[in-house]
């Protein structure tokens, strides 16, 4: 007498009979490369929402190779470094023969920020160091400036501890506006106190030399070059804060650029920076609210929202918004002012702007200096919850900022300032507009 077959062959053989009698077919393989061909095109061009669109729509059609080539750079830029690392060694171990050189050049090229996000920076040195080992030939030769740049960061790095945060009670603290207009929060440590502009704009948190001592900062060996606003290096320490307090909420081991006090001077309106905390203090936060009256809330329990308009790319947070034109992505700076529109956004909608706006000389300032480009004023019109929000006097510019730019725009403190509360979650990744 013969066993039963167990229960999952029987359920195989109804499905088998029944796709087959109504002609179901496997997807081919040349329907698989194209639709992860679109994906992964998507992706290069950081057109990461509608990757994840087109991921998700066809998950169930792509192959386990091609599921994990295109999630490791989704969960990548959806902050998800835990799972992008698995999945890098899942492709390694089980499809290595199939992976070409320039997958794995991409693949190495975002584990180290991988790693960084972990605040593993040992783990993120040691994949640069390969990177520049294996691919330089995968190189422009800015990027591989900028790749021994970062490098230098992560070895002054690689015996430091983790950033922790620690929240004992809901923060709430006010937001002041300093000469510049830009959003400030109060930093203590013991009974050191300072104002630091609050800027998810800035990749890593900055200091002043002069702050940087008050606060008892510790330097670390190695000079950094940082890209100014006008173009020119800026020369910075790698330092970090043992201990920083903001309301109820601790951070320690926070990284900071330390630059000259004359870096973060801007003389023409008698006007000091003396820090500015940056993208991965605020992401290790979790969740922070902004409201129209002020005040900087870090709740103690989470809030919840259905969308998931929110990505991370390296250390640039990017919002995905709609306008007359359709959907874009745009980097989102809680530290400017004012909005600005790239010159792609001008190259999309070249015709109905040079029609409808006049050309002018536009300038704007940053870590270095002053700015001038060609471009012109316009009104920026975003659909958020259903309704236009009106931007008057916006920026476009026509000539490129950056030559490696695929974003249309910065988001700033002008549409955040259109509602009662704005709320970012890093951790589930959306941007609640209230």
Do not use: C
């Amino acid at each position: 007498m013969t066993s039963a077959p167990p229960i999952y062959q029987i359920i195989t053989t109804i499905f088998f009979l029944l796709t087959t009698a109504v002609g179901y077919s496997q997807p081919t393989v040349e329907k698989n490369e194209k639709i992860y061909a679109e994906i992964d095109s998507l992706i290069d061009a950081k057109d990461y929402f509608r990757a994840r669109e087109k991921y998700m729509e066809n998950l169930d059609r792509l192959s386990e190779l091609h599921r994990l080539k295109s999630g490791v750079f989704l969960d990548n830029v959806f902050n998800h470094p835990d799972s992008s690392i698995h999945k890098m060694k899942l492709l390694l171990t089980r499809h290595a023969s199939e992976i070409s050189d320039s997958l794995k050049f991409r693949m190495l090229s975002i584990n180290h920020v991988n790693y960084s996000k972990l605040f593993e920076y040992k783990k993120a040195k040691e994949t640069l160091e390969r990177l520049l080992a294996e691919y330089p030939h995968w190189m422009t030769g800015e990027e591989e400036e900028d790749h021994r740049n970062t490098l230098a960061i992560w070895s002054a790095l690689e015996d430091q501890p983790k950033q922790q945060i620690e929240i004992d009670n809901t923060v709430n603290l006010e937001i002041t506006r300093d000469k510049a207009q830009l959003q400030n929060l109060m930093v203590t440590r013991d009974t050191v106190k300072q104002h630091f502009v609050f800027d998810t704009g800035a990749n890593l948190s900055t200091i002043t030399e002069t702050t940087a001592k008050r606060f008892g900062l510790v330097l670390m060996d190695g000079i950094v070059n940082v890209d100014a606003a006008t173009g020119n290096k800026i020369k910075s320490r790698i330092a970090i804060a043992p201990e920083l307090s903001l309301d109820g909420l601790t951070v320690r081991n926070a990284v900071f650029l330390v630059f000259p006090d004359e870096a973060l001077a801007f003389p023409q309106i008698n006007y000091q920076i003396h820090g500015i905390i940056g993208f991965p203090v605020i992401e290790g936060m979790k969740e922070i609210q902004i409201t129209r009256n002020n005040r900087f809330i870090v709740p103690k329990e989470r809030t919840s929202s259905s969308q998931r308009n929110l990505a991370i790319d390296f250390l640039t947070p990017l919002i995905y918004l709609k306008d007359k034109t359709g959907w874009g992505t745009y980097a989102l700076d809680t530290g400017a002012k004012n909005s600005m529109l790239y010159d792609i956004y001008f190259a999309k909608n070249k015709e109905e702007l040079n029609t409808s706006y006049n050309e002018t000389e536009v300038s704007f300032g940053g870590v270095g200096g002053i700015v001038t480009k060609k471009g012109m004023y316009m009104t920026f019109e975003p659909e958020i919850n259903n309704r236009t929000i009106g931007l008057d006097s916006i920026v476009v510019l026509k000539e490129a900022v950056k030559p490696d730019n695929h974003y249309l725009g910065n988001i700033g403190q002008d549409l955040i300032r259109k509602f009662e509360k704005v709320t970012f979650n890093f951790q589930d990744m959306f941007i609640r507009f209230d």
